[in-house]
């Protein structure tokens, strides 16, 4: 089974300042991760994904993500937050199995909605 | 570029009545996700399907159906309808070609009303 947790309900940044939105995960083998923003009244939109390689992923609109193995975290990250990054924003893991052959289902976290004050 | 079109955008039926969400997948995509969104709950998923054949299945009530179709759109059908399903069905779609590069993209969302 896979899971994801997002222990924070909403983070509030001053605009400017550097943002950090909490997500850990579990998985019976190595992960797939996502994020993915929502805005009101839209769907979601794909932020970034760690597949492999590199920890830090770097995706739209300036987030960035560090994937940490020993903590199954996967935090999204910003250096300077924007007024119209305010939205809601879910943390998305799948597992990948030996015999992975792609088109499982993503497993969500329960969002954190992030309020970016100007 | 193209994204995940869905129909209707919005729809209000009664209890027991049945409806009927659309899905157009992005272009060259041949894999089709259904998610249910409940108010203020994260996205839960349905069912999926590659190339016309349901690929995973999640929580999907026996009351729904779906299907994919030879022009890889899909269709969800959903049948004596209860107030609890109201929520946002989402649709995505990603081009399974290697597990690694896969990435669902999600369409704007079905806002089901039962009354």
């Known amino acids: 089974a896979q899971s994801v947790a997002q222990p924070e309900d909403q983070v509030n940044v001053a605009e400017g300042n550097p943002l950090t939105v909490k997500c850990t995960y579990s998985v019976s083998g190595n992960p797939y991760l996502f994020w993915y923003v929502q805005y009101p009244n839209r769907g979601l939109q794909f932020l970034l994904k760690y597949i492999t390689g590199d920890n830090l992923v770097k995706g739209s609109y300036g987030f960035e993500a560090e994937f940490n193995k020993s903590q199954t975290s996967f935090h999204l990250k910003k250096p300077s937050a924007l007024v119209s990054d305010s939205a809601l924003y879910f943390c998305a893991v799948r597992d990948r199995p030996p015999m992975d052959t792609g088109r499982r289902a993503l497993t969500f976290g329960s969002g954190t909605r992030l309020q970016v004050q100007p | 570029a193209a994204g995940v079109i869905q129909s209707p955008r919005h729809l209000i039926k009664e209890k027991r009545e049945t409806a009927t969400l659309k899905c157009y997948p992005i272009p060259r995509h041949d894999t089709v996700y259904w998610y249910q969104q409940g108010p203020g709950q994260d996205p839960q998923f349905l069912i999926s399907?590659?190339?016309?054949?349901?690929?995973d299945k999640g929580s999907i009530p026996d009351r729904f159906s779906a299907q994919q179709f030879s022009d890889y759109h899909s269709e969800l059908n959903m049948s004596s309808l209860e107030l609890g399903d109201s929520a946002l069905y989402f649709c995505a779609s990603s081009l399974g070609a290697s597990a690694s590069q896969e990435t669902q993209y999600f369409g704007p969302g079905t806002r089901l009303l039962v009354l």
């Open positions: 399907f590659y190339e016309k054949m349901q690929s």
